[in-house]
């Protein structure tokens, strides 16, 4: 434990990848590379190499801020870090290795292929919350998980890839790449997933087998899966190879960002990609179901992130042109102005059934204003940076006048004509959503996420009063015996939990909250990518 005691004061991370690749330590635990192969590949996509041309910081300037008393931000921050610790102190002593801690019940539940997915969803937060020691510990514990073929049925893919494999890469790179066991269970994790894209036309399997693999069984991938599950795994695998020196996974991904730029233009929303795919063809054109938020977020918000992680070389600029077109579509296509009483100047970002624009808003959704505020600032857009704060102020708009201070899971509003301001005639005291969906809120971390972005990207201080504001309402309301709990219906006054606190809670919402009444320089948009489970990735900067 004492190794990192006091973190370390440099990184061993490489600036190149490595060669020859790494071979990975598997410690006698099953080894993924010895089953057989039914479609091998000759030849592999290689990254690319070179010196990246300078490019605009993504970052606000906050050196040119006088620095004031810090006091009240500190303290913000530090209220963030004691929810933090609680909870995890109850699931060390609760639910240790297993999935989740039930909040209320103090029982542990097994929810993401039962290998503790808390515990590897939280390495990266806890070392940047300076839980050293807490760290130490968890590695111990999440080095000895056998990602072996232990599970009966099938597992999430997509969920293995994000939460696991993200949550090894993340604690790897935040911690300086000085402990070869997190990067040895990376492979690990990452060798059970590429054999998922084991198919004929190398498209993912997005609900796989584990067991009926090794038994050499072929599995192909579904004529009906979420664009987001088959794919979002480009930020993880790019960052893999990059680490490693194999090849393998940068080659899965560029395999499936070619599917996609083939088929852009040809959906029934050119531009954008509908919520239902079939990769066995694979067609992405049959579906006329589109839009930014649940079952498609991830698959727009590695665009720019895929950018930025290889460092604007080589395929960069296809992922460049794919989220330029993407966000055009959806600027035009998926976007309302609700209306209401302030005249608010905010824009909420909704569906497209068939040709026809949705008035509904997501609280998964709310990523898209950092989206569009980092890619703005990586493409030097300022049109975008002003959606992503109109979509951001829009989330923080409806936090605070939802009766709770917490946005709803799912909800409609009456949209204006246009996207310019237009007179409100519901009546006076009326509730600002026509309709609430889905009343749930469960610690879903969208919001807060685009907050942290809008204010590291404008260094507006606003920003974090907004979160402060949310981390109130969130923290008193969720709080329970053993740690905090979704809300069954935040429209409800008092509102009721019930028992489940997702590994997301630790792994994303707390440490953007965490992060942004932080120094700016901690985890810099500059030198991390944050996957979708805000896992950090570094820029390997040449």
């Not at 050293?132 to 072996?148: M, V, W």
Request: with cysteine; aromatic share 12%; net charge negative.
């Amino acid at each position: 434990m004492d190794a990192y005691a006091g973190g370390y004061k440099s990184h061993l991370c490489p600036k190149i990848p490595p060669s020859p690749a790494l071979t990975p330590d598997t410690q006698g635990r099953f080894n993924w590379r010895t089953v057989k192969s039914h479609h091998p590949i000759e030849q592999y996509s290689q990254l690319p190499s070179g010196k990246p041309s300078p490019r605009p910081s993504v970052q606000y300037n906050f050196k040119s801020v006088p620095k004031e008393s810090n006091e009240r931000i500190d303290s913000r921050r530090d209220a963030v870090r004691e929810v933090f610790k609680r909870c995890w102190n109850n699931y060390r002593e609760r639910a240790w290795t297993k999935d989740e801690l039930g909040p209320i019940s103090g029982g542990a539940k097994d929810t993401f292929g039962s290998w503790g997915a808390t515990l590897v969803d939280s390495l990266d937060t806890l070392w940047i919350m300076d839980l050293k020691q807490e760290f130490a510990e968890a590695i111990d514990a999440a080095t000895k998980i056998d990602f072996g073929p232990k599970i009966d049925g099938e597992i999430n893919v997509f969920e293995t890839i994000i939460r696991y494999l993200g949550g090894f890469l993340g604690a790897y790179d935040v911690s300086g790449c000085h402990d070869a066991r997190l990067l040895n269970k990376a492979i690990e994790v990452a060798d059970l997933a590429y054999a998922a894209f084991d198919t004929p036309n190398r498209m993912p399997v997005s609900r796989w087998n584990p067991k009926k693999a090794v038994f050499g069984e072929e599995q192909l991938p579904a004529e009906s899966m979420l664009i987001a599950e088959a794919a979002s795994a480009s930020v993880e695998f790019t960052r893999l190879s990059q680490l490693t020196g194999d090849m393998r996974y940068f080659d899965a991904i560029s395999r499936v960002t070619n599917v996609l730029d083939e088929q852009q233009a040809s959906t029934k929303l050119p531009g954008m990609w509908p919520i239902s795919v079939n990769m066995r063809k694979p067609d992405l054109t049959f579906d006329g179901f589109f839009g930014l938020g649940a079952m498609a977020d991830s698959a727009y918000e590695y665009l720019p992130k895929m950018y930025q992680l290889l460092n604007g070389l080589g395929p960069a600029t296809q992922y460049q042109k794919m989220y330029e077109y993407a966000m055009s579509t959806a600027i035009t296509h998926t976007m309302f102005r609700p209306m209401t009483h302030d005249k608010a100047d905010i824009l909420i970002a909704s569906g497209n059934v068939n040709g026809e624009r949705e008035s509904k808003g997501q609280h998964l959704v709310c990523f898209a204003g950092g989206m569009f505020a980092l890619g703005g600032r990586l493409f030097e857009n300022t049109t975008h940076i002003n959606v992503g704060r109109k979509l951001s102020n829009g989330c923080a708009w409806t936090y605070k006048n939802a009766p709770n201070g917490i946005m709803p899971e799912v909800f409609s509003m009456t949209a204006c004509s246009t996207l310019s301001v237009c007179e409100y005639t519901a009546p006076a005291g009326s509730s600002p959503f026509s309709e609430v969906g889905d009343g749930r809120y469960v610690l879903r971390p969208e919001a807060i996420e685009s907050m942290l972005y809008m204010y590291r990207i404008t260094g507006e201080s606003k920003y974090q009063d907004i979160a402060w504001g949310m981390f109130e309402a969130v923290s008193n309301l969720t709080r329970t015996e053993f740690g905090n709990a979704a809300i069954s219906n935040v429209m409800k006054t008092p509102v009721e939990t019930y028992d489940s606190m997702e590994s997301f809670w630790l792994a994303e919402t707390l440490k953007y909250f965490y992060l942004i009444f932080s120094d700016p320089s901690e985890i810099s948009l500059d030198e991390f990518v944050l996957n979708t489970e805000a896992h950090p990735f570094r820029i390997p900067h040449r």
